[in-house]
Structure formats: structure tokens, C-alpha cells
């Protein structure tokens, strides 16, 4: 019997996903080795979602599975379980209603044996209905990240543009020891992942789609709620203290400030979604004079800046444009 641990644990947490649970299962299974780890978390389902994995399961009799159902305590709890079960070396994520692409596995696997990589990142897709057709034949360009030659700078792209799925990504497990998803948080990929990349200089990315992630209407990200601006304001809290905790680190700032932008950006577009126009409360200012600081001689626009530093100008400007509209 083989007693070294799984190469790869696969994160798959769902709720209430009966119509997408499965192919998104059996788009890990069909391509699956023992060496490969299933944590399954049913976060309380109420529809037949977990009896459709149970059948699956019995269907697929795959060595290295577990599969639990717990009372439903939201998604980044079920991760955090996930997280504690999982034994692989390295660790990553599936949705419950997404699907990873036909050669995932084949693609990764080659990166992974070879054990050299703390974090691979990946290319991914959105699809409505039915996935895209993959290319065949496509060549897989795969590239380290350059600390050597350019320090935190090699980030800027990444930072920039502020993807932070967590499922677009392989882990080494023991660059997650002592982290933790903040419970009962949505965005909770904007919390977690940008954390991970300050931690270690052993990244490579791979210009290939390897996930597909449904855009549902269902989903979370389409229904915004005042709890939402409290959720993204708390990633972007802690984000505005690791950069205070390295005050005298330029570099960190700078990629950091990058990231920051986009929060910013996000919780303007929540907060005009939300009550028609800019509408922030107290603590929101206060958060937003502490990111104008943080962004200043920095590669976010002057014009996003002076936005976060006079931001009741924004409110009144809005305002009125918002009751002008409604007369």
C-alpha cells in the first residue's frame, strides 16, 4: 500500500448545485489517478444535490475520496474543513458548478511531480450554458515568475488586473499552514489569495485555460447586498495593514496600492448598484482617505485617488445626478 501523501488535493465544496454538482464531479473524474485526492464539503444543501454526489461516488469508486455534509455555515467555512482534511501536497479548488477543462490534469501534473513550484496560476474562462470547445493541439506556454531581474515588480500584471479566484490556482499545501478563510465572508478569494504570493518566490504561470467557471445568475456575485461593501472594506482593511506592518518596503507598496485601486473601484460600483449613487458611510471615508495615502505616487490614476480622497464630493455629484434622473 502506498503510504506517501496524494500529489494533489482537490477542494470541492457546493450547495444546492444539483444541476451543475455532477458534470462538475465527473469533469475531475474522468481525467482522475489515484495519486489525486477528491475533499468533498456538502455545505447543508436542501435540494438533491448531495444524494447526486453519493450516487456519483458509488458510480465512480475512486481510493481517495471524503465526502462529508454539514449543517450549512457558508463557503468559506466548507474551504476551511476542506483545508483541514486534505492531505496532498499540493491543495486547489473546484466550485460546485464549475468544471475544469478535459487535459487539467495532464497539463499540471508534469509541474507538480516535479516540486519545484510553491503556487502555479492559471488561465480560466467563463461560459453561460455549455463550455467552450478546447483547441487541440494547443502548445502550453508556462513561465516563471522573475524575482531575480525584477523583484515584487514581476507582479505588477497580476496586481493590476486583481483576478483572485481562488480555484485558478494550485497551492503547496504548506504555504497555506496557519491561514484560514474568513467565515461568513463573501470575497473571500479577495481576502485569502493575494496574501499568498508575498510568501514565497517559487510561482510559475500557465498561459492556458485549465477552469471553466459558469457564469450563473444564480451565483453570489449577482446579487449584491450593504453586507457585500462590508466584506470587500474588510479584504481591503487588511490589505491597508500588511502594508502598514511594512512601512519601509517601496515594492510592497506599490503592488499593494494596485490591488487597493481595484477594491476601491469595486466598492464604488457596489455602493451606486446598491442606493443609486456613491453612498458611504463614516467608516467607509475614513477607509478611503487611509487608501488615497497608500495609492499616492503610485501606478493607480491621480483621478482615482482624488475620487478616495474627496469622496462626499463624489456622494453630492452622484446625488444629484441620481435625483435629477428620477424626476
Wanted: glycine share 4%.
Amino acid at each position: 500500500m502506498n503510504s506517501s501523501p496524494p500529489l494533489l488535493s482537490v477542494i470541492v465544496p457546493f450547495y444546492n448545485n444539483e444541476n451543475f454538482v455532477v458534470a462538475s464531479l465527473s469533469s475531475l473524474f474522468n481525467q482522475i489517478g489515484d495519486d489525486i485526492e477528491v475533499v468533498i464539503i456538502d455545505d447543508g444543501s436542501t435540494d438533491k444535490s448531495a444524494s447526486l454526489v453519493r450516487q456519483l461516488l458509488a458510480e465512480r469508486r475512486h481510493p481517495q475520496v471524503v465526502f462529508i455534509s454539514q449543517e450549512n455555515s457558508g463557503i468559506a467555512h466548507a474551504r476551511n474543513v476542506g483545508l483541514q482534511l486534505a492531505t496532498g501536497r499540493y491543495v486547489t479548488f473546484l466550485d460546485g458548478d464549475d468544471l475544469l477543462s478535459s487535459d487539467y490534469l495532464s497539463i499540471l501534473r508534469p509541474l507538480l511531480l516535479a516540486n519545484e513550484d510553491d503556487l502555479i496560476d492559471f488561465n480560466y474562462q467563463k461560459f453561460a450554458d455549455s463550455p467552450p470547445v478546447q483547441p487541440v493541439g494547443t502548445a502550453i506556454r508556462s513561465s516563471t515568475y522573475d524575482f531575480a531581474g525584477q523583484g515584487l515588480a514581476c507582479l505588477t500584471p497580476l496586481f493590476s488586473h486583481s483576478m483572485w479566484h481562488l480555484w485558478s490556482r494550485v497551492y503547496r499545501r504548506s504555504l497555506l499552514e496557519g491561514d484560514r478563510f474568513e467565515d461568513g465572508r463573501r470575497y473571500e478569494d479577495v481576502i485569502f489569495t493575494p496574501f499568498q504570493y508575498f510568501k514565497t518566490r517559487k510561482i510559475t504561470h500557465l498561459d492556458h485555460v485549465l477552469y471553466f467557471y459558469r457564469d450563473n445568475s444564480q451565483g453570489i456575485t449577482r446579487n449584491i447586498k450593504p453586507k457585500d461593501i462590508e466584506d470587500m472594506l474588510f479584504a481591503t482593511g487588511k490589505m491597508l495593514s500588511f502594508v502598514e506592518q511594512h512601512r519601509d518596503d517601496e515594492p510592497l507598496r506599490q503592488l499593494a496600492a494596485l490591488m487597493l485601486g481595484n477594491c476601491f473601484s469595486e466598492i464604488r460600483a457596489m455602493s451606486k448598484a446598491l442606493y443609486g449613487y456613491y453612498h458611504y458611510e463614516p467608516e467607509t471615508l475614513r477607509t478611503f482617505k487611509r487608501l488615497a495615502e497608500v495609492c499616492s505616487n503610485s501606478g493607480v490614476p491621480r483621478k482615482k485617488i482624488r475620487q478616495m480622497r474627496y469622496a462626499r464630493v463624489d456622494t453630492w455629484l452622484s446625488k444629484m445626478r441620481w435625483q435629477l434622473k428620477k424626476r
